[in-house]
Nanobody, 124 residues
């Protein structure tokens, strides 16, 4: 059974950087689009960044554009999210997810496999 596991979360000061990783057990990651979501305290889960299975298409939410970079490594079955110049409002639980398709998924319903999440806390 394919599973996703996030790592790299933690406490970071505003303006700093953090890199999240998502490791997929099994060998199916390269056939699907992938995404990073986040859920701030008391708010709904939202799409932060997504990438197509071939890595040629990427999407970023306006709130992170220019600061976050999504990347994929099909050889090692990992997904990354480089977070630079983090802000207080980036505080959230971050989840990686596998899309149902090879293209980018823009909605929660487009994803059918989720990791457990990793907490990112930005301090002032």
């Amino acid at each position: 059974q394919v599973q996703l596991r996030e790592s790299g979360g933690g406490l970071v000061q505003a303006g700093g950087s953090l890199r999240l990783s998502c490791a997929a057990s099994g060998r199916t990651r390269s056939w699907y689009g992938m995404g990073w979501f986040r859920q701030p305290p008391g708010k709904e889960r939202e799409l932060v960044a997504a990438i197509s299975s071939d890595g040629l298409s990427r999407y970023y939410a306006d709130s992170v554009k220019g600061r976050f970079t999504i990347s994929s490594d099909n050889v090692n079955n990992t997904l990354g999210l480089q977070m630079n110049n983090v802000k207080l409002e980036d505080t959230a639980v971050f989840y990686c997810a596998r899309a149902k398709y090879r293209s980018i998924g823009f909605k929660i319903e487009d994803y059918d496999l989720w990791g457990q999440g990793t907490q990112v806390t930005v301090s002032s």
